[in-house]
């Protein structure tokens, strides 16, 4: 298997680029290296768990309209694995819209609206998805190439390409999920910030903050990149002023009215409050919904014990044996949360070194924006399961993959890295492929 690795360069450490350098042959060689690469593992898993693995019993309830199977055998074989839980709602939603249903408005519309435009074309909502989601990932990929490179070289670049790709979760930048859009909006809107075109980087943000709640996070990396950089050509810093004492707090730039393109980034979470306002009398349903899917707010520190509390209890359980039975949301494929607890503890904790590295290694709007990000899914733990989809969240936190890359070059241990990846990769595939909860 190829992977999306560059040779080492000459470049001495620490210095930028030239953003010629990088030209666009050579990153859509490295992106679609990776692309097709990993896009393959996860149609080969996907088809392979439909086939020997079949579904999990009870998945009918998730899907009572058939939107994950609509056409011939072959084609539900094909695609149907690439939908699956969360899929059945966006399908639904660029089918109906949000016809008074309030679970539906946890879900925002920019991506079922692109599904729907797709269909018009295709004239399959669930094809749409699937080619929405991989034109976006590849869109993903060339961003996240172009904006490494620019501070730490091709290499570092090559690699943070091939960690997204091959992330044991990434099998969602092919399903029906808005992971792939988030992130090929959310890495733009930066890329285009780093190189100074502020307007296109707020109106990109705006269309995050259309696709997920957390794109409004966008305004916070935007403004510190305006403050204290990187931006346009200067050299990478860790972004803050090497004066001594409380003049290194200081913003390295001084405010202009450019700044200003920043408060463009909300418009478009209002846009969908003001929506649900005209339509359901309150621009928060979307929020008062959460309780649906079992989620409160109780803060970062209260949900990382639970979360370490829960997975104590999966130790616990692995060695004295399952003492309670967990049912996945729906009642659907009963399984011991053993297992479960323990795979998203270890995300957890990957993500937590991941962020404390990004801290002391990327620029400070790249590592505070991780750091915000990360915050967002450990102050709302879902009951019983107060880590789920953590990984999901991990996997649009573009600085922790930066991170990963720059330590893998630093270690000179890419191709371990990546291997262990792509075999996981498979694994987890076949799991989403067949209906099973995997957090």
Known sequence: MSIAVTQPESRPPGTTPVASEVTHRETIKVVWRAFWTSRLIVLAAGVYGALQVGTAPGYRQYDPYNLTAPSSYLGNLILGPFARWDSVWYLRIAAHGYDNRPQRTAFFPLYPVLIRLGHYVVRS???SGILVSLLSFAIALYFLYKLVSIDFGREVAGVAVA???FFPYSFFFSAVYTESLFLALSIAAIYYARVGRWAVAAVLGAFAAATRNTGVLLLVPLILMFLYGPREATALTSGWVKDAGWRRWLPKYRPTRKLLWALVVPLG???????????TGSPFTTLHVQGFWNR?????????????VDALDGVRQAIHGPGQLFVAPGG?????NTGIDLMLFAFFLLGVVAAIGAIRRLPVAYSIYALAALLVPLSTPVLRVPFNSLPRFELVMFPLFIWGADYLVRKRAVYIGIGMLASTLGLFTMMFATWHFIG
């Open 332 to 336: 659907a494929a009963p399984l011991y």
């Open 163 to 165: 960690l997204l790709a």
């Open 296 to 308: 409160s707010t109780v803060g970062p520190i209260l949900g990382i014990v639970d979360g370490v």
């Open 125 to 127: 909502y669930l094809l």
């Open 269 to 279: 979470l209002f846009a969908f409050l003001g929506y649900l306002w005209a339509t």
